[in-house]
């Protein structure tokens, strides 16, 4: 599977934005998706994720109540609408795919390049 992700930026605390992650090659709606994201200095951590159906969601406690993630397995893509964003959201945001909904980085198979988001006034 390809993964490419789009829709990073540079904005204002308090903003919103809405990345994607775009798939193809093979059989998305198998795979459960994974958005993490790398500040400068630090280990990759884990976002959220979505079950393969899109029924089941998961949120790391820093996130929770302000990102929400989604999928849609007939355009091949995933989504992670961030609101309310905050300067400790900076960072490079990837999405991944791999069998189950999990914060482990180890258990995805497949991933994207990344896209950079910066919250700055």
């Known amino acids: 599977v390809s993964l490419v992700e789009s829709g990073g930026g540079v904005v204002q605390p308090g903003a919103s934005l809405n990345v994607s992650c775009a798939a193809s090659?093979?059989?998305?709606?198998?795979?459960?998706v994974g958005w993490f994201r790398r500040a400068p200095g630090t280990e990759r951590e884990f976002v959220s994720a979505i079950s393969r159906s899109g029924e089941s969601a998961y949120y790391a406690d820093s996130v929770k109540g302000r990102f929400t993630i989604s999928r849609d397995n007939a355009k091949e893509a995933a989504y992670l609408l961030m609101n309310n964003l905050k300067p400790e959201d900076t960072a490079v945001y990837y999405c991944a795919v791999g069998p189950l909904p999990v914060g482990d980085k180890r258990r995805y198979t497949f991933w994207g390049q990344g896209t950079q988001v910066t919250v700055s006034s």
């Open positions: 090659g093979r059989a998305f709606y198998s795979y459960a």
